[in-house]
């Protein structure tokens, strides 16, 4: 029996040195080491052995299908090196000195909306801040005035996590934290509270031409003494202008948001139809662009704020709407559909 062990060893071993590929090594794999395999044919012959002679050749079989395992393992790692190396010398040549292709990607009209209406607030001494899309019930609701079973959570179909924290439905979620950072500037040195806080928001949404469950919007605030709404309307016009490189028609229309008192919609003609109605605007000529208006007191008081002797204005700026009404795109869904065709037309000059 132990002729048949070392015959089959060194058999083994022989065609071992002739396998150059994966598939050749797991046939003598299977040849060797499966259900009906050389090695496991040798303990069939076991039944005409004595006890003793039954524990000293298992042992021994057991020692060379060890073996064969161990060895089928160090020419899997052979092979696969091998494999890498011949992939590598397929590949052409890199020459680090050759100049860069001049072919590129382009930012998403997103990205170029959001940099510059950035840019435009900069020049008007706003800091731009960056907030978490993870937020707590505090920070969306609570600390904008909309406690627990207030009717106005009914308006944003948010989504929960099982921690209890949510995916941020507005960028408002933002604001009571702006307000602790810089307090103490604008109590102690007078220095006004002014800063932008764009990110991505969502909400459950059925999607159509003018909705979609992942959007994009940037808050603003401006706290000091004395603001007023002609302050918050300057800021919006003057933004508006610069993004659009014209004047725009606009709208001031009442509206109810529990974090502002008074409460506005801010409103531009929809520069798609020219004000005629399409998808885009519900046909109504209009598109509603910028919630907005003078922070609530509970707001600036949760904020550390006292609102005897400051006030100021917040608006909510739908980026992605923005980004329809400048490049005339039709339906809100093909900015998130990963679509180059609608994508690739945008470029950047940086």
Same mark, same amino acid.
């Given at each position: 029996?132990?002729?048949?062990?070392?015959?089959?060893?060194?058999?083994?071993? /022989?065609?071992? +040195?002739?396998?150059?590929?994966? @598939? !050749?090594?797991?046939?003598?794999?299977?040849?060797? #080491?499966? &259900? *009906?395999?050389?090695?496991?044919?040798?303990?069939?012959?076991?039944?005409?052995?004595?006890?003793?002679?039954?524990?000293?050749?298992?042992? /021994?079989?057991? +020692?060379?299908?060890?073996?064969? @395992? !161990?060895?089928?393992?160090?020419?899997?790692?052979? #092979?696969? &090196? *091998?494999?890498?190396?011949?992939?590598?010398?397929?590949?052409?040549?890199?020459?680090?000195?050759?100049?860069?292709?001049?072919?590129?990607?382009?930012?998403?009209?997103?990205?170029?909306?959001?940099? !510059?209406?950035?840019?435009?607030?900069?020049?008007?001494?706003?800091?731009?801040?960056?907030?978490?899309?993870?937020?707590?019930?505090?920070?969306?609701?609570?600390?904008?005035?909309?406690?627990?079973?207030?009717?106005?959570?009914?308006?944003?179909?948010?989504?929960?996590? !099982?921690?209890?924290?949510?995916?941020?439905?507005?960028?408002?979620?933002?604001?009571?934290?702006?307000?602790?950072?810089?307090?103490?500037?604008?109590?102690?040195?007078?220095?006004?509270?002014?800063?932008?806080?764009?990110?991505?928001?969502?909400?459950?949404?059925?999607?159509?031409?003018?909705?979609?469950?992942?959007?994009?919007?940037?808050?603003?605030?401006?706290?000091?003494?004395?603001?007023?709404?002609?302050?918050?309307?300057?800021?919006?016009?003057?933004?508006?202008?610069?993004?659009?490189?014209?004047?725009?028609?606009?709208?001031?229309?009442?509206?109810?948001?529990?974090?502002?008192?008074?409460?506005?919609?801010?409103?531009?003609?929809?520069?798609?139809?020219?004000?005629?109605?399409?998808?885009?605007?519900?046909?109504?000529?209009?598109?509603?662009?910028?919630?907005?208006?003078?922070?609530?007191?509970?707001?600036?008081?949760?904020?550390?704020?006292?609102?005897?002797?400051?006030?100021?204005?917040?608006?909510?700026?739908?980026?992605?709407?923005?980004?329809?009404?400048?490049?005339?795109?039709?339906?809100?869904?093909?900015?998130?559909?990963?679509?180059?065709?609608?994508?690739?037309?945008?470029?950047?000059?940086?």
């Amino acid at each position: 029996m132990d002729a048949k062990i070392i015959s089959l060893k060194e058999k083994f071993e /022989k065609e071992l +040195e002739k396998i150059e590929s994966m @598939a !050749e090594l797991e046939n003598v794999r299977v040849a060797y #080491l499966g &259900k *009906k395999g050389s090695v496991t044919d040798l303990l069939k012959g076991m039944k005409e052995l004595s006890n003793d002679e039954k524990k000293t050749f298992g042992q /021994k079989v057991n +020692e060379l299908k060890g073996a064969v @395992a !161990e060895k089928i393992a160090a020419k899997t790692d052979e #092979l696969k &090196k *091998k494999e890498i190396e011949a992939q590598i010398n397929l590949m052409p040549e890199f020459d680090l000195s050759m100049p860069a292709k001049l072919d590129r990607g382009s930012y998403h009209p997103i990205t170029l909306v959001q940099r !510059e209406v950035e840019r435009i607030f900069k020049s008007m001494g706003f800091t731009v801040e960056d907030y978490s899309e993870v937020v707590t019930d505090y920070e969306c609701f609570e600390s904008l005035n909309i406690p627990k079973h207030h009717p106005a959570r009914d308006m944003q179909d948010t989504y929960y996590l !099982e921690n209890g924290q949510l995916l941020k439905s507005q960028t408002s979620a933002a604001q009571n934290a702006i307000y602790k950072k810089y307090k103490d500037a604008l109590v102690n040195d007078g220095v006004p509270i002014k800063a932008i806080f764009p990110g991505r928001c969502f909400r459950n949404e059925a999607t159509d031409a003018c909705h979609e469950n992942t959007f994009f919007q940037m808050e603003g605030v401006m706290v000091d003494k004395n603001i007023s709404i002609s302050n918050l309307i300057y800021f919006m016009k003057t933004m508006l202008s610069e993004v659009f490189q014209k004047d725009i028609k606009v709208r001031l229309r009442p509206g109810f948001f529990p974090f502002v008192e008074p409460g506005f919609e801010l409103d531009i003609s929809c520069l798609i139809c020219g004000g005629d109605g399409c998808p885009s605007c519900k046909h109504s000529g209009w598109l509603e662009l910028c919630p907005c208006g003078m922070i609530h007191p509970e707001v600036l008081k949760a904020g550390g704020i006292d609102p005897e002797e400051y006030t100021g204005f917040a608006f909510g700026l739908g980026l992605t709407r923005l980004v329809m009404m400048k490049y005339g795109i039709k339906d809100i869904r093909d900015l998130n559909s990963g679509s180059l065709k609608s994508l690739s037309q945008f470029t950047d000059d940086e």
